[in-house]
């Protein structure tokens, strides 16, 4: 399980990496080991190769406390930010997954105050439906680099699946690493056609009634149940194509 569930972080980071979600070393992804209080996490350290290039290898364990439970002079160590993982992890027992990622835009957007908003329905329906839900908004534009400030960002995130971090990035959360990936691409998503709408002008959103409709659409309806740490079938789906167009993206480079 934990040599899978190792993979399954390490290509998430991949295809976030692949996609420009965030650059370089900036980000990390972690899951939760089913039944016990310990996290698998991208490391950070002399030893890795960045967010795109993030293998099983490079991805650790550690307890709900922030250190690695295996002392192993490896050239590898928990994320400083690795309490805005374990913190929500504490506080909401419902997720098995939390993505940190740097994109550009997004980041872009909260400099400048320029809110996401529902400029588009059918274009996207998960990213629409990941802002109706509600995205928190984290004010301070610090590392969260202790237990203090993981709280804090928890308790500002409640129970939303994303957080757009002021000048710094966005947390997603979600019930499998997959989702929780996949809410990033999509909050990156809607921030970018938010930004190049607001460079054109004239930004509609749309009708109070298609927002209604879309908010109460049962989005995995005829894809089968989600299981605890598993990603539905209509996220397995999209997931597939992800990881395969940043396999294609790779092997390009």
């Known amino acids: 399980m934990d040599l899978d ?31 016990t209080d310990r996290i698998l996490i991208r490391a950070r350290g002399p030893a890795e190769f960045g967010v795109r290039y993030t293998t099983a290898e490079q991805v650790i364990e550690v307890s709900l406390n922030g250190c ?9 160590a928990a994320p400083l930010e690795v309490f805005i993982h374990t913190e ?4 909401r027992p419902e997720i098995n997954a939390v993505v940190h990622v740097h994109p550009q835009i997004p980041v872009l957007l909260s400099i400048c105050g320029q809110q996401l908003l529902p400029i588009y329905g059918a274009y ?6 990941l802002l109706l839900d509600g995205i928190a908004t984290f004010e301070r534009s610090i590392l969260i680099d202790n237990v203090a400030l993981g709280q804090e960002l928890a308790s500002v995130m409640g129970t939303s699946e994303a957080c757009v971090m002021r000048g710094h990035g966005i947390t997603t959360a979600a019930n499998s690493v997959e ?5 990033a691409i999509h ?8 930004y190049r709408a607001a ?3 004239n930004i509609r959103t749309i009708s109070h009634e298609d927002q209604d409709i879309f908010r109460n659409m ?36």
């Open 5 to 35: 569930l190792r993979e399954r972080v390490a290509t998430a980071c991949r295809v976030l990496g692949t996609h420009d979600v965030t650059p370089g070393t900036l980000g990390h992804v972690s899951a939760r080991v089913p039944g």
């Open 68 to 76: 690695r439970t295996d002392a192993v002079d490896d050239g590898f």
């Open 88 to 91: 929500l992890y504490k506080s």
């Open 124 to 129: 996207e329906p998960f990213g629409l439906r």
């Open 179 to 183: 989702e929780a990936a996949l809410h």
């Open 187 to 194: 909050l990156n998503e809607l921030a970018t056609m938010t």
């Open 199 to 201: 460079v054109l002008g």
């Open 218 to 253: 049962k989005l995995d309806i005829g894809y089968g149940a989600s299981k605890p740490g598993v990603p539905s079938g209509r996220a397995a789906s999209l997931w597939r194509y992800f990881t395969r167009r940043a396999e294609d993206l790779a092997r390009r480079d």
